[in-house]
Nanobody, 127 residues
């Protein structure tokens, strides 16, 4: 049984940093992990994605210079390090995992259809 469990996040002032963690278990074949966010009144946005098997990553243009996605060396735990945070980064952040497309695809398309989602966390950037 696949499980996706998030932790971390919270509140920070503009310019500060937060780190989100996502522990994934139960997959029996190669999978990908993504981070998504949804702000009030806005559509859900794909923030970042990683394929731990080939090392490819994707970062949205809105966070590319400030956020980083990574994987623990030995555990199935994934991180979203968020630096230089802005008020517009305020959102509910979700970790999700699933299988990548079976046909050749870009890094951006790795996480288009993930079926397993974490509980989400409210992350707020405010002075």
């Amino acid at each position: 049984q696949v499980q996706v469990v998030e932790s971390g996040g919270g509140s920070v002032q503009p310019g500060g940093s937060l780190r989100l963690s996502c522990e994934v278990s139960g997959f029996t074949r190669d999978y990908v992990v993504g981070w998504f966010r949804q702000a009030p009144g806005k559509e859900r946005e794909r923030v970042s994605c990683i394929n731990p098997n080939d090392g490819r990553t994707y970062m949205a243009d809105s966070v590319k210079e400030r956020f980083a996605i990574s994987k623990h060396n030995t555990q199935n735990t994934f991180y979203l390090q968020m630096n230089s945070m802005k008020p517009e980064d305020t959102a509910v952040y979700f970790c999700a995992a699933g299988y990548p497309p079976t046909t050749p695809h870009s890094a951006q398309a790795m996480c288009v259809a993930l079926g397993y989602w974490g509980q989400g966390s409210q992350d707020t950037v405010s002075s």
